[in-house]
């Protein structure tokens, strides 16, 4: 079966400092991988979208990036934080099938950030 | 533009009492996908139903059921006799046909249950 990790958990970091937010999937290969946002009390905005090996889309300019190492792993990160970057992080994976037809995301355990 | 709405913000029932989550959307696919997702207070997002839009057939499994109207462009969720667990953030979500096409979600209904 299929699982998702995140990590960190929780993270409290201050305003200007880096941040590098990891997600991996196992037990699957050529997902494709989400990173999504939530804001206290609000829904969910999708960050970026990958579907392959350095295959980034950006959905929302920001200060944040994204990239995909490995086939399996998929890493957000920020040069410098801002007080605007808190919130609840959270990947997506889907699976990959040659129709390109839309799939379930299925969804990690997610970061909860605290920019100060 | 797509659209989701979830007109409640909040519910709050007893224990044991049914309970329906609204949800309408708007698009001008003629194919696309329908989701329904509960959030616990853990935060994780739990994968309950996807529907496609050719599938109007409403779907029941255990206490959960979906009503799926499409000429009122509605995915109604019910919880028969409600408990304590149910208690979450439920969000709609519509997709398009291809997994390029991203998921639009609603703003979620939080569902509280006490006994």
């Known amino acids: 079966s299929q699982t998702i990790h995140q990590w960190p958990a929780t993270l409290v970091q201050p305003v200007g400092s880096p941040l590098s937010l990891e997600c991996t999937v196992e037990g699957t290969s050529n997902p494709n991988l989400y990173w999504y946002r939530q804001a206290a009390g609000r829904g969910l905005q999708l960050l970026f979208y990958s579907v392959g090996i350095g295959q980034i889309s950006s959905e929302v300019p920001q200060n944040l990036s994204a990239s995909r190492p490995q086939d399996r792993q998929f890493i957000l990160s920020s040069k410098k934080l801002l007080l605007s970057d808190s919130g609840f992080y959270l990947c997506?994976?889907?699976?990959?099938?040659?129709?390109?037809?839309?799939?379930?995301?299925?969804f990690g355990p997610g970061t909860r950030l605290l920019v100060l | 533009a797509q659209k989701v709405t979830q007109a409640q913000t909040e519910i709050s029932v007893v224990e044991k009492e049914d309970v329906t989550l609204d949800c309408v959307y708007e698009t001008r696919d003629t194919t696309y996908y329908l989701f329904w997702y509960k959030q616990p207070p853990s935060g994780e997002l739990v994968f309950l139903i996807r529907r496609n839009s050719f599938d109007e057939q409403n779907e029941i499994s255990g206490r959960y059921s979906w009503n799926f109207q499409k000429s009122t462009s509605s995915f109604n969720f019910t919880i028969t006799a409600s408990q304590v667990v149910d208690s979450a953030v439920y969000f709609c979500?519509?997709?398009?046909?291809?997994?390029?096409?991203?998921?639009?979600f609603g703003t979620g209904t939080r569902l509280q249950v006490f006994p």
């Open positions: 997506a994976w889907s699976a990959w099938w040659d129709t390109g037809y839309q799939e379930t995301q299925y």
């Open positions: 979500a519509l997709g398009g046909l291809y997994n390029t096409d991203k998921l639009i």
